[in-house]
């Protein structure tokens, strides 16, 4: 299994411009999970599903919107980037509704905005 | 108002020695704790977990010590290795299944030094 993957891993994008993030997960997880991880900042929830065709907001929503139209994929997306959004972007995945705190975390895309 | 409190920022261990992070919350509807580890370039990964009517919870070189009276927790990694280095995050939960929420703090750096 290859677990939570991401794509891209690195990119790079000009302040106005827009760009999706993919992430799929092969472990049949009803719950998933996008976190921006800023330097001194840990991990802050951006959106999450608890299922296929489900979205929610979590911490900092502003500026991004996700869907997730499969159960194995989760993206997110940014319509008009900003350089505040310049971070690590990880999603996660969780199976058991029992224990949400076991979170499988992808590697991560490290997007900077100029 | 950061809701779950790490210190140090930054831990340096020789090799062989005791390993000590602190994480200290407000919130007391929280009712699960876990400890995430982060390597260089990878993304989180669930290292273990305490229940709060659980005192101390062993595994491995790695225990969590809980003290709910003092809204307290703590990560001691023993015969700390230099494979130990990486980012630890502590979490905290609140809530159960969809309306569940977890937590993360700042995180700290820990350096196992040869």
């Known amino acids: 299994n290859a677990g939570v993957t991401q794509t891209p891993k690195f990119r790079v994008l000009k302040t106005g411009q827009s760009m999706t993030l993919l992430c799929a997960q092969d472990?049949?997880?009803?719950?998933m999970y996008w976190y921006r991880q800023d330097p001194g900042m840990g991990l802050r929830l951006i959106h999450y599903?608890?299922?296929?065709?489900?979205?929610a907001k979590g911490e900092v929503p502003d500026g991004y919107n996700v869907s997730r139209l499969k159960k194995q994929n989760f993206l997110l997306g940014l319509e008009s980037a900003a350089p505040s959004q310049t971070s690590v972007y990880f999603c996660?995945?969780?199976?058991?509704?029992?224990?949400?705190?076991?979170?499988?975390f992808g590697p991560g895309t490290r997007l900077t905005v100029t | 108002q950061q809701q779950v409190k790490q210190s140090p920022q930054s831990l340096i261990v020789q090799k062989g020695g005791i390993s000590i992070i602190n994480c200290a919350y407000e919130?007391?509807?929280?009712?699960?704790f876990p400890w995430y580890q982060q390597f260089p370039g990878k993304g989180p990964a669930l290292l273990i977990a305490?229940?709060?009517?659980?005192s101390e919870k062993k595994e491995g070189r790695f225990t969590i010590s809980f003290n709910k009276s003092a809204k307290q927790f703590s990560l001691h990694i023993m015969d700390s290795q230099p494979g130990d280095s990486a980012t630890y995050f502590c979490a905290a939960l609140r809530g159960t299944g969809a309306n569940s929420k977890l937590t993360f703090g700042k995180g700290i750096t820990l350096s196992v030094r040869p």
């Open positions: 305490i229940r709060p009517d659980v």
């Open positions: 996660a995945s969780s199976y058991s509704i029992d224990y949400p705190y076991e979170q499988y």
């Open positions: 599903s608890v299922g296929e065709g489900t979205t």
């Open positions: 919130n007391t509807a929280f009712d699960y």
């Open positions: 472990m049949n997880h009803e719950y």
